[in-house]
T-cell receptor, first 113, second 111 residues
């Protein structure tokens, strides 16, 4: 079944550590996104990629970086984690050919202590 | 850039009653307005969407209305059921561009 997967699903890390969150999809979609979800703040866009060679900053990109290793893989890195990056992170995909719907992964719960 | 405001942040309704969630957007160029539902511990999923050439769209108990002049759109759920309890997000975008989400509404259906 074509899907969007995220690893790890849960992660606890310490302040100052580098951490990578990974997203893979088997939907064959060209577009991929990273969102952050905090209570009361909704889904905020961190970075998005409309194809392998196109990467764009979202509204809250400071402190984050991304890599689009292939059409199916999009990774989010926190170079030096800080406690206010504690949140639920979602990856999503969409297909520019068929419409606008975004398909979300299961999420990664990240805690920075 | 686009700014989407969503109200209320929490909503409780008796089972069988209707629920209405409202959103406003700032960019008059936006022409796509989806609604996502996120059940507890789950991922957001699209439940209905509307494009700016349509004023209303229905899908069984769910409907969305759009007022382009006032730049607001609403989600209507009729005959609410316990499984409607979730967080609902509205969003807006221009054609084939990135989405801007509202801050979410936590809907609780009271049995």
């Amino acid at each position: 079944d074509a899907d969007v997967t995220q690893t790890p699903r849960n992660r606890i890390t310490k302040t100052g550590k580098r951490i990578m969150l990974e997203c893979s999809q088997t939907k064959g979609h060209d577009r991929m996104y990273w969102y952050r979800q905090d209570p009361g703040l909704g889904l905020r866009l961190i970075y998005y990629s409309f194809d392998v060679k196109d990467i764009n900053k979202g509204e809250i990109s400071d402190g984050y970086s991304v890599s689009r290793q292939a059409q199916a893989k999009f990774s989010l890195s926190l170079e030096s984690a800080i406690p206010n990056q504690t949140a639920l992170y979602f990856c999503a995909t969409s297909d520019s050919r068929t419409g606008y719907e975004q398909y979300f992964g299961p999420g990664t719960r990240l805690t920075v202590t | 850039g686009e700014n989407v405001e969503q109200h209320p942040s929490t909503l409780s309704v008796q089972e069988g009653d209707s629920a209405v969630i409202k959103c406003t957007y700032s960019d008059s160029a936006s022409n796509y307005f989806p609604w996502y539902k996120q059940e507890l511990g789950k991922r957001p999923q699209l439940i209905i969407d509307i494009r700016s050439n349509v004023g209303e769209k229905k899908d069984q108990r769910i409907a969305v209305t759009l007022n382009k002049t006032a730049k607001h759109f609403s989600l209507h759920i009729t005959e609410t059921q316990p499984e409607d309890s979730a967080v609902y997000f509205c969003a807006a975008s221009q054609t084939n561009e990135k989405l801007t989400f509202g801050t979410g509404t936590r809907l609780t259906i009271i049995p």
